[in-house]
């Protein structure tokens, strides 16, 4: 059985929305670039900047391939609804 994803959910979030929710990303950050601290993410607070640049140190990874991943794990995060 499939179900189709409601309208207007699972849209690619931007940046912005991102960093502004940093604690709730910061978590799938943690889990997806496993060999990057707590305390590192914490740091980083939600620049892509500084993320990309962790992820490079810890992988070995060149600036492009940092930022082919950075952005996978982008396109793949979902909106999310916070109640206020």
Not at 11 to 34: E, M, Q, T, Y
């Amino acid at each position: 059985m499939c179900f189709a994803a409601p309208r207007g959910k699972g849209k690619r979030v931007d940046w912005a929305r991102i960093a502004g929710n940093w604690p709730h990303f910061r978590a799938n950050a943690l889990r997806h670039w496993r060999k990057l601290s707590a305390e590192q993410l914490d740091a980083i607070a939600g620049s892509r900047e500084q993320l990309a640049t962790y992820i490079r140190e810890a992988y070995r990874l060149s600036s492009e391939q940092a930022e082919m991943q950075l952005a996978s794990w982008q396109q793949a995060q979902k909106e999310r609804h916070f109640l206020r």
